[in-house]
């Protein structure tokens, strides 16, 4: 689902950054609050008991958000996209890519993926709560809130309840909710165009918005105040996110063709991997001031990069005639990487350009062909604003 600002990490999984922003605290202790007279009712139970099963309710539940979110972050993983961070935040959970897809084949897999495994959580709970039940679960855990339960009853039928409404909400045809980028996907997959198919998925969770808004308007005006305001809440954070998607074809239109190859520095200062520690000082960083270099082998492929810190450490080491070829990791060099044919637009959000400040452009036999920079970027995205005329 769509997402908030800055968060507090509180665990990383997969190599994934968890976070939660403030405000989802504050939902934290509410959700707590009001389900422990709940399950307190639920389970026949003291109020210590109602709200120890509530804590575990809520801590649960945000947990199967998180994997709803892990579904999206692992199934991008798949496709050679990276995940920046997961974050909670008032309305859920938003697991935050470096980059767009490039192909409605991967948009689908991606956005289908979280309600996948929300759909794997119900059956889970439903499953537990079966054997539990001895067979009546969906009558006991989900239609018949009088019964009195057992407490671990209560708690999967909680957590199949609100993980199967979070499913049917994600699944609504309204960017840009899950089901509307599954929607983007489809008909992009039709049209070829996925400005086009972004533009007819936004328009309808613009509508949908709309018709949330009113709808939390219409129930406040009935009484249920609290109701009321998160729907219509919820309905503006949509019409945002889409009339924001909305917004963005117009501008990646004016960006539609250009490529690395075409902003890039063609002709970057490389070291050559043969080269030693002594030399890269004297030759490169004395010479040049710059604070890194790309290392390449004899052939010209990119093998990652080597800076200055490293370089001086070395020689205080008492290493200077070390080839710089054997400073560089494999693993390192990827971050620095991107294929010279990448759309200009799939750059917009890269956390590595944005972290090192440049990428090195390579070919399909892994060459290097070019330096693109922050700045490059920057100058080529201006040009394709449209100029205000004085």
Known sequence: ?????????IAR?????????PSWFVVLFVLIYLLSDYFRGRIDGTATEGYLVAVAAVMLFFASIILHELGHALAARREGITTTAIDLWFFGGIAKLSRDTQSPGAEFKI?????????????????????????????????????????????????AGWNLALLVFNLIPAFPLDGGRLLRAAWWAVTGDRNRATRAAGRIGEGFAYLLIGLGIFVAANGSLLNGLWLAVVGFFLAQGARAAITSTAFTERIDGITVADIMDAEPVTMPADTSVLRAQDEFFLRYRWEWFPVVDG???????????????????????????????????????????RPLESLLGDEHLRSNGALMAVDADGILRGVVTVEQVRRALSAALPQRVA
């Open 299 to 341: 052939s010209g492929r990119f093998l990652g990069v080597v800076s200055e810190r490293r370089i001086d450490g070395e020689i205080a080491a008492g290493r200077p005639a070390l080839e710089v070829g054997q400073l560089v990791e494999a693993g390192e060099a990827e971050r620095w990487r991107v294929p010279s044919d």
């Open 1 to 9: 689902m769509f997402g908030a600002g800055g968060s507090i990490q």
């Open 111 to 159: 956005a289908g993926a979280g309600p996948l495994v929300t759909f794997v959580v119900c059956a889970v709970c439903v499953g537990l709560g079966a054997l539990l039940a001895e067979g009546e679960a969906l009558h006991v855990m989900l239609l018949d809130d009088d019964v009195t339960v057992t407490w671990a009853i209560a708690l999967l039928g909680f957590l």
């Open 13 to 21: 999984v997969f190599g994934i950054r968890i976070g939660a922003s």
